[in-house]
């Protein structure tokens, strides 16, 4: 069983609604990342924290997507109007170190299906 | 383009087979992670490699920065070992991990 949680499991959303999914990342892990990965197996990195701060995010997510990680409450990532495009696979992943000091360990995902 | 490139994308193999995947690399990659994707979807995380070599039971992965590629073995294949294979490279300029499109391994009995 993964040490990064991630909830709900699946999400199944219409065009135009939001969709939420949140994750816990392992316990001492200060770095979260998170990306998307859709049916052809390609994964976008879409943003990363350390601690409450964000790191780096694509412009998609800055535009589209409201994300963040509270201390002491899981983090979050929200698509605030959904499309189809947006089905997919999203894992959160977190890192003792981040950047290149040490491994991701990635949570099961939320699979998001925009109908 | 392909910063990442895995091969095969897909593989078949018999049960107590050996196989080798592959990843080679169009970026300075510092550290690298082959990860195998369950069904379910989840990451279930296989090495986490720095230059050289690391063994885990019936699995072997090496890395060579210089020659920028990553392999990893699998001995005496099991059906078990069904799923997807990622590689995915770090490169300390970009900050995340970048990922391959995936090695589609299926173990027949």
């Known amino acids: 069983n993964s040490k990064v949680i991630q909830t709900p499991r699946y999400l199944v959303k219409g065009q135009g609604q939001k969709a939420k999914m949140r994750c816990i990342p392992e316990?001492?892990?200060?770095?979260v990342f998170w990306y998307q990965q859709n049916k052809n197996n390609e994964f976008k990195f879409l943003i990363n924290f350390q601690n409450q701060e964000v790191l780096q995010q694509i412009d998609m997510t800055e535009k589209r997507f409201s994300a963040e990680c509270p201390s002491n409450s899981p983090c979050s990532l929200e698509i605030q109007s959904s499309e189809a495009g947006d089905s997919a696979l999203y894992l959160c992943a977190s890192s003792l170190e981040g950047a290149s000091n040490s491994d991701y360990t990635f949570g099961s995902g939320t699979r998001l299906l925009v109908i | 383009g392909d910063k990442v490139k895995q091969s095969p994308s897909a593989l078949s193999l018999q049960e107590g087979t050996n196989s080798a995947l592959r990843c080679n690399f169009s970026?300075?990659?510092?550290?690298v992670q082959w990860f195998l994707q369950n069904p379910r979807g989840s990451l279930i995380n296989l090495f986490y490699?720095?230059?050289g070599t690391k063994e885990n039971g019936r699995l072997k992965s090496a890395f060579d920065s210089k020659e920028s590629y990553s392999t990893l073995h699998i001995r005496d294949a099991q059906l078990e070992d069904s799923g997807t294979y990622f590689c995915?490279?770090?490169?300390?300029?970009?900050?995340?991990?970048?990922f391959g499109q995936g090695t589609k391994l299926s173990i027949k009995p």
């Open positions: 995915a490279a770090m490169n300390y300029n970009q900050g995340k991990l970048i």
């Open positions: 490699l720095v230059p």
């Open positions: 316990k001492g892990h200060p770095v």
């Open positions: 970026i300075a990659a510092t550290t």
